[in-house]
T-cell receptor, first 116, second 111 residues
Framework: AQTVTQSQPEMSVQEAETVTLSCTYD???????LFWYKQPPSRQMILVIR??????QNATENRFSVNFQKAAKSFSLKISDSQLGDAAMYFC?????????????FGKGTRLSVIA | SQTIHQWPATLVQPVGSPLSLECTVE??????LYWYRQAAGRGLQLLFY??????ISSEVPQNLSASRPQDRQFILSSKKLLLSDSGFYLC??????????FGSGTRLTVV
């Protein structure tokens, strides 16, 4: 079975600085999808960024970028120029398909605090 | 456009009482539907998922059940709630060409 591990229960970063959240996963599949979700205090799940395993290029969305290391099964999230609004729980997730009938498998999350 | 509705937003129920949480999707057909639970300070645990009417897959055997009486309706139920059922329940859907979209969640407190 696929598993997702986030080894950092909590992280903190100074406003305007850069922080990296770690994620590792285990799968025997060669093609799959990886996601980072943000859950603010409202608890709404917000998609931050998505990576297709067949793409070698790391995904980027404005201040958010990933470092995808397929061989190492590592998928870290880098947040640049951190803002107070970035404070939230961040979940790494895996899925065999983008819109198919396979559920997302989540890590346990990393709580990010942003210090003004 | 596609939208997902989940209700109620909050619920306080006594131990032993029944439960019914509802999730509906608009603007699409034959969505894949999911129920997740998030205990306090923890990650999301998949409870049930459905790829079609009447088709329910259970990931966690417990006193919860799910049903899909209509194509875009997914219901989470319990006959008798336990204290351990407290948590935040999220419904989600996926469809062809659409990734995972989550509802706004239900905060359940069993007292």
């Amino acid at each position: 079975a696929q598993t997702v591990t986030q080894s950092q229960p909590e992280m903190s970063v100074q406003e305007a600085e850069t922080v990296t959240l770690s994620c590792t996963y285990d799968t025997s599949e060669s093609d799959y999808y990886l996601f980072w979700y943000k859950q603010p205090p409202s608890r709404q799940m917000i998609l931050v960024i998505r990576q297709e395993a067949y793409k070698q290029q790391n995904a980027t969305e404005n201040r958010f970028s990933v470092n995808f290391q397929k061989a190492a099964k590592s998928f870290s999230l880098k947040i640049s120029d951190s803002q107070l609004g970035d404070a939230a729980m961040y979940f790494c997730a895996y899925s065999f398909s983008f819109s198919g009938n396979t559920p997302l498998v989540f890590g346990k999350g990393t709580r990010l605090s942003v210090i003004a | 456009s596609q939208t997902i509705h989940q209700w109620p937003a909050t619920l306080v129920q006594p131990v032993g009482s029944p439960l019914s949480l509802e999730c509906t999707v608009e603007g699409t057909s034959n969505p894949n539907l999911y129920w997740y639970r998030q205990a306090a300070g923890r990650g999301l645990q998949l409870l049930f998922y459905s790829v079609g009417i009447g088709q329910i897959s259970s990931e966690v055997p417990q006193n919860l059940s799910a049903s899909r009486p209509q194509d875009r309706q997914f219901i989470l139920s319990s006959k008798k709630l336990l204290l351990s059922d407290s948590g935040f329940y999220l419904c989600a859907w996926t469809g062809r060409r659409y990734g995972y979209t989550f509802g706004s969640g239900t905060r359940l407190t069993v007292v």
